[in-house]
């Protein structure tokens, strides 16, 4: 055991850095143990835990994770993303009080040098509450315990961490969805890297990660399908390896990133109910469609009417049972499988899962909007289109203020519950729906609205 | 007029696609992300991109600084002009 193990006062590595500074193990452990103290005086057991800046989500996880209380993780750090859970929360833990007013708070704050640090590792048992876009209209929540998180970290270090070493850790992809969480927060922590609490968003974030070491990169195909257009990429010898998750990630883009950058992504397949299922790299070979399971997960397939569904069990499975992934699939003997497309309505758009259905119910609420519809729009970047009836209210508006001040309105008022990606970039109003002669609206009559201009 | 900031209007309506919107729409103090304009960080990296390709400008490695200089067309327009050969 080492001094800074026996003596975590003095436990001055770093655990994380950014444009607030340098976290030391000390200091977090402080921050856990000045959260504990207070939520101990405090009787609320359910807790929305809402925090931008990833060292204080970190330390709040840690502080809240006990099997007296749940913790409610939205899908975005906002107000209106925590009240389209629909979740019943007693208080916030927040770094941004200011949005939470009428909430019970507990504020993120430094603590004094005078607390201990005393690390501690959570229960089990702890509970949480992760939210998705679900099929049905409304965010899904997905319940998971601490071992289940513990379970996927120490999977992620079995599977890569020997060939990581001491790198820093910097990602692309938000700290408060399941895949960020994991990779740029709990699995460094467990392994005793370092990571970067801000989100990189240019090709210079990564640069400036680089500095600091040997990085391992959190990203996404969204990224990584552009990051090769920039011309000053960081040095492929700084970089460790390169994670990929929420989509996967084109062939054509795949290739560009080894051959004009270096690293190959490893590609991370799962989703939040399932957590990690499987992985692939591309090493300019054949077979590149199949992915193999991560270390402790067991694959199989059951039919039903859309085809062949992927069932999955793990360590990390709500029970260590069996549970659907979303996708059909097909299997070889050795285990390694070929995912065939969706098996439900909730699309991908850049990475992201979005229910057209709990956005239509959202925009439905709004005092303007009769009914919509929501489409992809094809084109050299996909976007998403709006198709908006609006009612009396509405229309009054329209002849008032134009499209454009109405367009805005709708899209300020998706602001409070989506995040700026997700919201639609095109906008139509007409009349009434293109409904077929079975009442059914049709993508392709949809589409057709959006072909009046270039 | 500016005429740096109204061709960062256009290049951010031509590559970003952005509909019904015309470059006086766009304040060159608003924030371009979050709130003002909306964009998102998709948005963000094609204009990196895009901003890189016509003026050939090389962006620090510093977050703090990008996300200062992608603040507002007015930053952006500032930053283009200290990054030009005297």
Redesign the interface.
Same mark, same amino acid.
């Given at each position: 055991m080492n001094a800074a193990a026996l003596h975590p006062e003095a436990d001055d590595r770093v655990l994380a850095l950014g444009?607030r500074g340098t976290l030391t193990r000390a200091g977090f452990w402080r921050r856990v143990q000045a959260l504990r103290s207070e939520l101990d005086t405090r009787p609320a057991r359910r807790w929305a835990l809402v925090c931008e800046d990833a060292g204080w989500f970190a330390a709040g996880l840690f502080a809240l994770a006990d099997p007296r209380r749940t913790v409610v993780l939205p899908q975005a750090p906002q107000a209106g993303s925590l009240s389209a859970t629909g979740a019943k929360v007693d208080a916030v833990l927040t770094d941004r009080p200011g949005d939470f007013q009428g909430f019970t708070l507990l504020e993120a704050r430094e603590p004094a040098d005078s607390i201990p640090a005393k690390p501690q590792q959570p229960d089990d048992a702890a509970a949480f509450e992760f939210y998705t876009s679900g099929s049905s209209g409304a965010p899904k929540c997905v319940p998971k315990t601490w071992s289940q998180l513990r379970l996927e970290v120490e999977a992620l270090e079995q599977e890569w961490g020997a060939s990581l070493g001491d790198a820093v850790v910097a990602g692309t992809v938000p700290h408060y969805h399941l895949y960020g969480l994991l990779f740029r927060i709990l699995w460094p922590i467990h392994a005793g890297r370092r990571f970067i609490t801000?989100?990189?968003?240019?090709?210079?974030?990564l640069?400036?990660a680089?500095?600091h070491g040997r990085c391992i990169v959190v990203s996404s195909p969204?990224?990584l399908s552009?990051?090769t257009?920039?011309?000053?990429l960081p040095d492929a010898a700084t970089v460790s390896a390169v994670f990929s998750s929420g989509a996967p990630l084109p062939d054509e883009a795949a290739e560009r990133l080894v051959q004009q950058w270096g690293p190959a992504a490893i590609e991370v397949y799962g989703s939040t109910e399932t957590g990690g299922v499987g992985w692939r790299a591309w090493d300019g070979g054949g077979e590149r469609e199949l992915w193999r399971p991560i270390q402790g997960v067991v694959t199989e397939l059951r039919e039903e009417a859309a085809g062949a569904r992927l069932w999955v069990r793990s360590g990390c499975t709500w029970q260590g049972d069996w549970m659907p992934t979303g996708d059909l699939a097909r299997r070889r003997a050795d285990g390694r499988f070929a995912l065939l497309g969706r098996a439900d309505d909730v699309v991908k758009f850049?990475d992201k899962r979005l229910s057209f259905g709990e956005m239509r119910a959202r925009l439905a609420q709004h005092d303007w909007v009769e009914d919509a519809r929501l489409l992809l729009l094809p084109?050299r970047?996909k976007?998403i289109g709006a198709v908006v009836v609006l009612n009396g209210e509405g229309r009054a508006a329209l002849a008032a203020g134009g499209?454009?001040a109405v367009?805005d309105a709708l899209?300020a008022w998706l602001?409070g519950s989506y995040?700026?990606?997700l919201?639609p970039?095109?906008?139509r109003f007409p009349e009434r729906l293109p409904d077929n002669e079975m009442g059914k609206t049709q993508q392709s009559a949809l589409l057709t609205l959006f072909e009046d201009?270039p | 007029m500016n005429t740096l900031t109204e061709d960062l209007k256009q290049l951010i309506i031509d590559s970003l696609?952005?509909?019904?919107?015309k470059p006086a729409?766009i304040d060159p103090k608003a924030p371009l992300?979050?709130?003002g304009l909306? +964009? !998102?960080?998709?948005d /963000?990296?094609?204009l990196?991109?895009a901003i890189?390709k016509k003026y050939h400008v090389? +962006? !620090?490695?510093?977050? /703090?600084d990008?996300?200062q200089h992608f603040h507002s067309v007015e930053n952006l327009a500032k930053f283009i002009e200290s990054q030009k050969p005297v």
């Open positions: 444009e801000d989100l990189c968003l240019q090709a210079a974030d640069r400036a680089a500095e969204a990224f552009r990051i257009a920039f011309t000053e850049e084109g970047r976007l499209k454009t367009r899209r602001r995040e700026a990606l919201i970039r095109k906008w201009r | 696609d952005l509909e019904d919107v729409d992300f979050g709130d909306g +964009l !998102d960080s998709i /963000a990296l094609e990196g991109v890189q090389k +962006l !620090d490695a510093n977050s /703090a990008t996300r």
